[in-house]
């Protein structure tokens, strides 16, 4: 089996900042990409960022410059710094990765079961 778990969620006003972590743990053989997805209410989940396995990275253009990625391949964790948010950009936040089990030695994404983040004063 599989996990990601997603902490570091929560409230925090316009402005603020929070550091969102994800770690992935089972059966894995190998990690390639990883990223963070959000979804708001009544909306498609969009890509935030991603980042391979050799630190290479991707952002929307609406965080390009206040949001970084960030892994630890050691820790099979990545991270998402997330400052200057926006009440726009409440939402859940996913995890994702692209791994290999193990077991079956194919690549195949997995998802966390997200974590909220929610901008309000």
């Known amino acids: 089996q599989v996990q990601l778990v997603e902490s570091g969620g929560g409230l925090v006003q316009p402005g603020g900042s929070l550091r969102l972590s994800c770690a992935a743990s089972?059966?894995?053989?190998?990690?390639?990409?990883m990223g963070w997805y959000r979804q708001s209410p009544g909306k498609q989940r969009e890509l935030v960022a991603t980042?391979?396995?050799?630190?290479?990275?991707n952002y929307a253009d609406s965080v390009k410059g206040r949001f970084t990625i960030s892994r630890d391949n050691a820790k099979n964790t990545v991270y998402l710094q997330m400052n200057s948010l926006k009440a726009e950009e409440t939402a859940v936040y996913y995890c994702?990765?692209?791994?290999?089990?193990?077991?079956?030695?194919?690549?195949?994404?997995?998802w966390g079961q997200g974590t909220q983040v929610t901008v309000s004063s």
């Open positions: 980042i391979t396995s050799g630190g290479s990275t």
């Open positions: 089972g059966s894995i053989f190998s990690i390639n990409a």
């Open positions: 994702n990765a692209r791994l290999k089990k193990i077991a079956t030695m194919s690549w195949r994404d997995y």
